[in-house]
Structure formats: structure tokens, C-alpha cells
């Protein structure tokens, strides 16, 4: 039991705007006035920006992946810098790659409360699932890999789309996710051979008919008929590479009005016919988006400095890797998906890295909807988490920004529209961008609001003209009404909840699938479902999004 008092409150989703009220508290929820038992103990927020806690909508946390490139990046476990007040320590919390705990505690640490692992292949979801439990505070969602999933590409060329909505549907349940993830589709199923599927019209190495188009737009019609809250969450071909503007737009055009989350848009939004001509088309693919009602999309955006670059999207790692030099680490997740790992420096004086850096920020700013449009960095692919405040300084100051770009080299100020852009977002639009707008895009309805019934996660920052500084050092973090964050300390640790999906399945598809499976799997059917006894403090979320 809690009353927040006279904290000026952003709850945009209910359209509260710097308003100075009451937050109520009780039973993890907020409720109305009357409802607050006598007795709640008071923090006074006076003078203090209350918004509902962070929800990230893509972010690698846990996984089979991320555990690949602990191995790979050992070095990162001496990297402790942000824990420490600055003495490298050598606490083996993990760097840009972070431990469990540490994970969870950065998150809270900066008032955000809910997360989304943006890609699990169903063989590693039990692996998954333990690291899950494993992060503190936080609620998780997860999303399953399924663009290059061999039983569904082989009903989508046998014409069976039935049949493949059941697998799809039988598929989510098996690894216990929330949402339906395609990434590269086609092109990682063509790695396998060692090629990719860089147009959306070819058919993909090792099939007749079936090409990226057909894959997206099924997937999209599936994730929409299974009516899962979460749409199709699509890292669209050809990532990363110059010219890429053309695919990313075209596949808009093929979901045909079906709801889709363009994952990482920064990442797909370039230019040029080369690394030496590349440039940012942020305009472009901001318009084409900004017409396509039926989509949201999150950031990826770039920050200078350290990252690890971890995607199923193998055929990508391999070219990052040759264009680098760097390590690189490859994975085949048998007949679902793939991996790839290259630890990454961006750097301000690199001209590719700095069409990245401008790129990230010009979608936020030229996609003027901020309810379609969210916060991330593809962490830890374009920048980690914990530098989220650092994005955040740039929208809401122009002048300051505008200093940044001035320090690029010229060749790359040529190829980039950020100096042109003086929008600076509100706090009320900060508070989307992070919260409402994310939770909204999930189908999560008791997250990224303060109206009665929501979950009572909150956190309230100190009044502070650095933005940097005030969206790093909250003053008090609630998660699900217990307090986390107290003056600035994180005093309290709880256990999230994990959020799934059972999707309506047709039960006779086991049938279906258990022959096949036993043909082409190294382990044995029985194994491949995760148990719900393997999820601590799951909650099934209705599939009734329409
Ligand atoms: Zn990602």
C-alpha cells in the first residue's frame, strides 16, 4: 500500500500531461483514492516527474545467443565500469553482455520494469526460460523464431496454410512465448547452404515457390488470425546493408494492411550502392511508414563506443565479419534458425558508423507518431541499454544534438538530414516512446499506463535540465507496488513475471509434427515442449487482439 503524493504525473495513455495528482497503490495494482487502505505509506513526490516504469519492446536478455557471446567476448566480464562509480573491479558482471543479476538490476536501476527477448529458437526456449527466472525485477515476454522454420516453409510451399497457422500456433505454445518473431525470412534457412535471400520475389534456396514476400505475409496473416496480442515482430531482409531502404519499403508493401513490428528500423534504412556511397534514406523510410498505419517499429539505434552484434540473422554476421575482420562466432539451430556473433566497435570517425549514429536518431524525430515508433538500440547490438538516457538527452535537445553531429567528419554530415531535424520531444512524448507506446505494441494493457487497474510499476525522477542524467538516476522505482529503487539506491529485489501466449491449436497437429520431428531432430519429441513448471510466475495473456 502506497500513495505517491504530488508528483507531476506523464500517463499519456490516459492522457495526462504534467498533471500534479496522487498515485494510489494497493495489491501491486494502482487503484482509485477511496480504495487505498488507511494506513499506505506516503512518498512525497513533490517536485518530481512521475511516469509509468520503461517497457522495452526488443532486447537480447537471455538465451542460447547471448550465452554464445559471453563465451566468445570473455574480456567483457572484466568490464564492470557502470556498476562501480567508474573503478574497474573486475566483478565479473559481464559488460556489454551482462550477467542475469545485472541485467535485471541496470533495468530497474533506470526505471524500466518490463522487458521483451526478441529471439528464441523453440530448441533453446528451456535454456531461455531458466536465464529468465534468473533476472530480477523485471517482467519478460519473449518472442519465438519462426521465419526460417523449416516445418512451416515446407507447409507454406505445399500450399497448407491451415495447417501451418496450427504449427505456428502449437509452436508458440511448445517454447512458452509470447510473440511470433521473423527474422532475414528465407535468408537464414538459405544459409544453411551459404547463401542468402536478398530480394523478396526470388523463391529461397532449397525451395520451389516459397519466397521472403510469401513468408512475411503469412506469418502476418497467421500472427493476426491467431489474433495474438503482439504482432508479427520482422527483422526485414537484408539488414545492415547499403541501399537497403528499397527491401525495407517493399516489405511494408507486402504485409498488406496486416498488423507487423519492424524491428530495429535504424538498421534498415539506408542508401547508396556501397560502404563508400552509403547514406542515410531515413526520410524515405519515415514516409513509407509513417502511410502504414498498420505498423510500429522500434529504433536500433546506434551509440558510439562498444556493443556485441548478436542475431539469428547468420548470413549477416558472416558479412560482418569479413568486412571486420573481427571475431566472429556462427551457430545452426537445427531446422529453425541460426546465430551469428561479432563484438563491434562504433566509432564517430568511421563514415558507415556515423550514417548509423544519425540515422537511429532521424527516425525518431522525422517519424512524427511517437505512438508508433519506440526506444531501442537492439541492445546490445547497436549500443547497450544503460545508454538509453544518452538517446534520450539528444531528442529532447536539438541544440545539444546538433553540437554532437557537428563533430562528424564532413563526408558523413554530407550523407546524413540530422542537422536539418530541430524537433525536441516532451517529456509526455519520452514517456510514450519508452512506455506507453511499447506496451500498447505488445498487447500488454496493464503496462505503460497509471490508470486504475494497471500494474503498479512507476518510477519517478528527480527535476533536472541534463535529461542524460535525470533518465539514469531515478529517485524511486516501483515494480508491482513494492518499492526497488529508493533515493537513488536500489534497496529491494523482486521476482518478475513471465508473460505467454496459448494460441487456439487444433491438438490433432502434434500428430503431425511428432513424425517429423523424430525424422529430422537430434532430440527426442518429448523433450522439445518446454513444461510449464519450467516458468516461475507465468501469466497467460488472452489472444483476443483484433
Ligand atoms: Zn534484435
Same mark, same amino acid.
Given at each position: ?20 495528482? $496522487?498515485?494510489?497503490?494497493? *495489491? @501491486? ?33 537471455? @538465451? ?67 536465464? =529468465? ?9 519473449? =518472442?519465438?523464431?519462426? %521465419? ?24 508458440? +505454445? ?12 528465407? @535468408? ?42 503482439? #504482432? ?62 498498420? =505498423? ?9 563506443? $562498444? ?12 558479412? &560482418? ?6 571475431? +566472429? %562466432? ?17 566509432? *564517430? ?13 532521424? &527516425? ?13 538500440? $537492439?541492445?546490445?547490438? @547497436? ?25 562528424? #567528419? *564532413? ?8 542537422? $536539418? ?126
Amino acid at each position: 500500500m502506497l500513495r505517491i503524493a504530488g508528483g507531476t504525473v506523464y500517463d499519456p495513455a490516459n492522457g495526462i500531461d504534467g498533471v500534479v495528482t $496522487d498515485l494510489c497503490i494497493a *495489491d @501491486g495494482r494502482l487503484v482509485a483514492e477511496a480504495d487505498l487502505p488507511a494506513g499506505a505509506r506516503t512518498i512525497d513526490a513533490s517536485g518530481t516527474i512521475v511516469m509509468p516504469g520503461g517497457v522495452d519492446v526488443h532486447t537480447h536478455v537471455a @538465451g542460447g545467443a547471448l550465452n554464445f557471446a559471453r563465451g566468445l567476448v570473455p574480456e567483457n566480464q572484466r568490464v564492470s565500469r557502470k556498476f562501480l562509480h567508474g573503478v574497474d573491479r573486475r566483478a565479473g558482471l559481464g559488460g556489454m553482455t551482462p550477467t542475469t543479476f545485472a541485467t535485471g538490476y541496470l533495468y530497474a536501476g533506470m526505471g524500466w520494469t518490463t522487458v521483451n527477448e526478441a529471439a528464441v529458437p523453440i530448441l533453446s526456449a528451456r535454456h531461455t526460460h531458466e536465464e =529468465l527466472h534468473d533476472i530480477p525485477i523485471v517482467d519478460k515476454t519473449t =518472442l519465438v523464431l519462426m %521465419g526460417n522454420n523449416e516445418f512451416v516453409l515446407d507447409l507454406l510451399e505445399a500450399g497448407e496454410t491451415e495447417r501451418a497457422k496450427d504449427v505456428v500456433a502449437w509452436l508458440v +505454445w511448445a517454447a512458452k512465448a509470447y510473440g511470433v518473431k521473423a527474422v532475414n525470412p528465407g @535468408g537464414v534457412e538459405a544459409w544453411k547452404w551459404g547463401k542468402n535471400a536478398n530480394t523478396l520475389h526470388a523463391p529461397i534456396e532449397g525451395y520451389k515457390t516459397v519466397t521472403p514476400a510469401q513468408i512475411i505475409a503469412s506469418l502476418a496473416a497467421v500472427v493476426d488470425d491467431l489474433k495474438l496480442p503482439h #504482432p508479427v515482430h520482422l527483422h526485414c531482409n537484408n539488414l545492415g546493408v547499403p541501399g537497403n531502404f528499397a527491401t525495407t519499403i517493399e516489405t511494408m508493401n507486402v504485409l498488406q494492411g496486416h498488423r507487423a513490428h519492424l524491428a530495429h528500423l535504424q538498421f534498415h534504412a539506408y542508401g547508396g550502392d556501397d560502404w563508400s556511397t552509403m547514406r542515410s534514406e531515413s526520410a524515405r523510410v519515415a514516409e513509407a511508414f509513417s502511410a502504414n498505419k498498420n =505498423l510500429t517499429a522500434d529504433a536500433g539505434a546506434v551509440l558510439f563506443g $562498444d556493443a556485441v552484434t548478436i542475431t539469428a540473422d547468420g548470413p549477416w554476421q558472416h558479412l &560482418l565479419y569479413q568486412l571486420t575482420g573481427r571475431k +566472429w %562466432g556462427n551457430l545452426d539451430v537445427e531446422n529453425e534458425t541460426g546465430c551469428g556473433i561479432v563484438p563491434y566497435v562504433y566509432k *564517430d570517425r568511421n563514415l558507415v558508423n556515423a550514417v548509423q549514429w544519425a540515422v537511429g536518431l532521424e &527516425l525518431l524525430l522525422l517519424v512524427d507518431d511517437p505512438w508508433r515508433i519506440f526506444l531501442t538500440t $537492439d541492445h546490445p547490438n @547497436g549500443g547497450c541499454f544503460w545508454r538509453y538516457p544518452e538517446i534520450i538527452q539528444m531528442l529532447m535537445n536539438a541544440e545539444f544534438r546538433k553540437e554532437q553531429v557537428r563533430t562528424l #567528419p *564532413d563526408k558523413a554530415r554530407q550523407r546524413i538530414v540530422l542537422e $536539418d531535424l530541430d524537433r525536441e520531444y516532451t517529456l509526455t512524448e519520452v514517456a510514450i516512446i519508452t512506455s506507453a507506446g511499447p506496451a500498447r505494441s505488445l498487447g500488454l494493457t496493464r503496462k505503460g499506463h497509471l490508470g486504475v487497474g494497471a500494474d503498479a510499476d512507476v518510477t519517478i525522477y528527480p527535476v533536472n535540465p541534463d535529461h542524460g542524467f535525470l533518465f539514469s538516476y531515478p529517485r524511486y522505482v516501483i515494480k508491482g507496488g513494492a518499492i526497488v529503487v529508493e533515493e537513488g539506491d536500489l534497496r529491494h529485489v523482486t521476482e518478475g513475471r513471465e508473460f505467454i501466449v496459448r494460441p487456439a491449436c487444433d491438438d490433432a497437429i502434434e500428430d503431425y509434427i511428432r513424425p517429423l520431428f523424430e525424422k529430422v531432430y537430434t532430440m527426442s519429441f518429448a523433450n522439445y515442449p518446454v513444461e510449464m513448471e519450467r516458468l516461475r510466475r507465468p501469466e497467460v495473456i488472452p489472444c483476443d487482439r483484433r
